[in-house]
């Protein structure tokens, strides 16, 4: 129900676009954001919406990622800047919802 795009492989201080697209249900009722887990390392979270509509950010990730969404077309997406080595990770979007959480299949982003 969650389908993610846009990662692969780019050189340090490049400036990807992550995408996630999902049902209408999932986007209208649940609480949505992006998850990264790096090889080695705990599954974290890079940035989400909170309940109220705000916006967290890791540290890490802070001033570099900025998350955004689209509601006319479901489309959630995460433009990462200035990217480091040390983001190199398995991006998820992820989605809490009333019913459950659910999980995209991960898309792989390697920074070099």
């Known amino acids: 129900q969650l389908v993610e795009s846009g990662g692969g492989s780019v050189h340090a201080g490049g400036s990807p676009k992550l995408s996630c697209t999902t049902s209408?249900?999932?986007?209208?009722?649940?609480?949505m954001g992006w998850y990264r887990q790096a090889p080695g390392k705990e599954r974290e979270l890079a940035s989400g919406?909170?309940?109220?509509?705000?916006?967290t950010y890791a540290d890490s990730v802070e001033g570099r990622f900025i998350l955004s969404r689209d509601n006319a077309k479901l489309m959630l997406y995460l433009q990462m800047n200035s990217l480091k080595t040390e983001d190199t990770a398995v991006y998820y979007c992820?989605?809490?919802?009333?019913?459950?959480?659910?999980w995209g299949q991960g898309t792989q982003v390697t920074v070099s």
């Open positions: 209408v249900y999932i986007f209208s009722s649940c609480r």
């Open positions: 992820a989605a809490g919802c009333p019913i459950g959480d659910f």
């Open positions: 919406f909170s309940s109220d509509g705000t916006t």
